[in-house]
């Protein structure tokens, strides 16, 4: 099933109305149908900067963003609990969100821009136009809102009607960056979905982006992004002493992607028989895990380990675990079959590089830290702290360019890529803040990222009703989702309490 509803030569129309130009499309209103829940379409228009706002620019990828080249895009879901009539919809909220959303691409308008492989490029970039514009997508639903917000398993499928497809023209060689749709469930809430390609922009960008919009639609047009925090284009920043992007190139060429051949299939996502599902470790489990952790690790001298045991750390540790044991059972790793695991997950280096790179670098500043071990060490006793272990002291490592690239061979190899169940990967990040994320109607009640199905990652946000504790978001099967699930609360139960324990 597809879910590309969007054909470039419907657009019929310049609706232009003040600086903000709508290609209004000549279409009846659509249905997702086939699954629980059903969005009707009932408009897709292109929003443009404001006239001659920017000119036109190219910006050459970095070896950053090569790694995502040939990558899915991202598709992230943010929920508003809001009563609105489909008046105010129509009438306040959708031009306003229009309005704010050409001011914000302003600032960041490589988003509204293409990728593409100019001729006499040694390497693709991102090119901006004179014109060039998002597709927004407005669409209204009827489904039971409450139902998606819950953190209870539910279909992964009925999310996928709630996030946009990027309108490929294969043909052209040339690819939008990002998508765009809002749905309302009338006196219920406002979903905005949004889908992005990964090679134009990380988590740390994407969410300055989302911010930067909500901001201004929340002061309703009047651009509030204040000149400290508008993005940084300078990507002189990012070195590239060991011509690392030329290492990427002759890898992709292997796949076939060349300039001459420049024809990136992005699949639009399939529906599966899959469950979502959040789970919440609290701040109080994450200090009974780091308790037990350094009860296991202590030599008998009391001494504090020589790496930290973040948050991020101790959550990821026992999710690994957790997710081990639900996909292979309690007890792995014995007699003579004992794979190896993966655990990867992506580290900013904005604040690692040297010289350090602010905050606001606009693009990909991510290193793919990749950690392997044998499935025996998670699934036995002290398996939770090996994993600790590991992956602490891969992030207290110092960061080198070269480091990147050995990564990256690694992800690359063949090793690697045949064993998809056997990585646990992550996405998101409880430092980004995604439930501040406020267009004028509170803070976001849930926020998914529906591409997590295919990647089979977890996805890890702060935890919008507990200071210190962490959702952790996965798709899984129905009955490997049921092991996790009691896994992940049993495990920490059967730890001893910590003296701040309210117990
Ligand atoms: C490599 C890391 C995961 C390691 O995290 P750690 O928390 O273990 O280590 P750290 O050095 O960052 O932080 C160590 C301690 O410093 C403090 N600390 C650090 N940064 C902080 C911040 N911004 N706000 C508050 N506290 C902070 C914390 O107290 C933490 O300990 P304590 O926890 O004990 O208090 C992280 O540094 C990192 O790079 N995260 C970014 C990942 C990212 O950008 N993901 C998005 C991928 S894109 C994507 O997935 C798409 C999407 O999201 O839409």
């Known amino acids: 099933m597809s879910y590309n509803f969007y054909k470039g030569e419907d657009i019929i129309s310049d609706c232009s109305s003040t600086h903000i130009q709508f290609f209004e499309i000549n279409q009846s209103s659509l249905m997702f149908m086939g699954m629980s829940c059903t969005v009707r379409v ?20 970095t070896f950053f963003d090569l790694m995502w080249l040939a990558l899915p895009p991202v598709h992230r879901i943010f929920f508003y ?28 308008f490589p988003l509204a821009g293409k990728l593409t492989w100019p001729k006499e490029s040694t390497k693709p970039e991102i090119q901006y136009s004179n014109g060039d514009s998002v597709v927004l997508t407005v669409a209204v639903s009827d489904y039971n809102f409450d139902s998606l917000l819950c953190n209870h398993a539910k279909s992964v499928n009925d999310f996928y009607p709630l996030v946009p497809q990027l309108c490929n023209t294969a043909s052209s060689k040339v690819f939008p960056l990002l998508a765009l749709q809002v749905t309302s469930f009338p006196n219920k809430g406002i979903c905005i979905g949004i889908t992005l390609d990964h090679v134009v922009a990380d988590g740390r960008t994407f969410h300055h982006f989302i911010k930067s919009w909500a901001s201004t639609s929340r002061l309703e ?12 284009y300078n990507r002189s920043v990012v ?12 890898h992709y060429k292997k796949l076939n992607i060349t300039k001459e051949s420049f024809n990136i299939t992005k699949d639009p996502m399939a529906p599966m028989d899959k469950v979502l ?20 690790l202590d030599d008998g001298k009391e001494r504090k380990p020589p790496f930290h045991l973040s948050t991020f750390v101790l959550t990821c540790a026992y999710v690994w675990v957790c997710s081990i044991k639900a996909r292979w059972g309690d007890v792995v790793g014995s007699g003579s079959e004992d794979p190896i695991e993966y655990f990867l997950f992506p580290m900013d280096c904005r604040a690692r590089l040297e010289p350090v790179l602010p905050n606001t670098y606009f693009g990909n500043c991510l290193k793919s830290c990749l950690i392997k071990t044998k499935r025996s060490d998670l699934a036995g006793e002290t398996g939770i702290a090996i994993a600790a272990e590991l992956i602490a002291k891969v992030i207290q490592k110092k960061v080198e360019e070269d480091g990147i690239l050995k990564d990256m061979e690694t992800l690359f190899s063949s090793d690697f890529s045949s064993a998809p169940d056997r990585i646990l990967s992550v996405a998101g990040s409880t430092k980004l803040y995604i439930y501040k994320t406020d267009f004028g109607w509170g803070n976001p009640k849930k926020s998914e990222v529906i591409s997590i199905a295919n990647t089979g990652a977890i996805l890890l ?5 507990e200071i210190g504790a962490v ?33």
């Open 42 to 61: 009932v408009d897709q228009c292109q929003i443009a900067l404001p006239s001659d706002s920017v000119s036109t620019t190219s910006m050459p990828l």
């Open 81 to 108: 609990e809001m009563d609105h009539s489909k008046t105010q919809f129509t009438k306040t909220i959708i031009p306003n969100l229009k309005h704010s959303l050409s001011l914000t691409l302003q600032q960041f």
């Open 221 to 232: 047009g009047k651009n509030s992004t204040m000149s400290e925090s508008l993005p940084c």
């Open 239 to 250: 070195k590239d002493p060991n011509g690392m992007d030329m290492v990427f190139l002759n």
């Open 277 to 296: 599902a959040t789970f919440v470790l609290s701040h109080a489990n994450i200090k009974r895990i780091k308790q037990w952790i350094l009860i296991r």
């Open 461 to 465: 946000s702060e935890c919008p009703s």
């Open 471 to 503: 959702e952790v978001g996965l798709v899984r099967n129905k009955s490997e989702m049921e092991k996790f699930a009691s896994f992940f609360t049993k495990t920490v139960e059967g730890f001893p309490p910590t003296k701040d324990d309210n117990c």
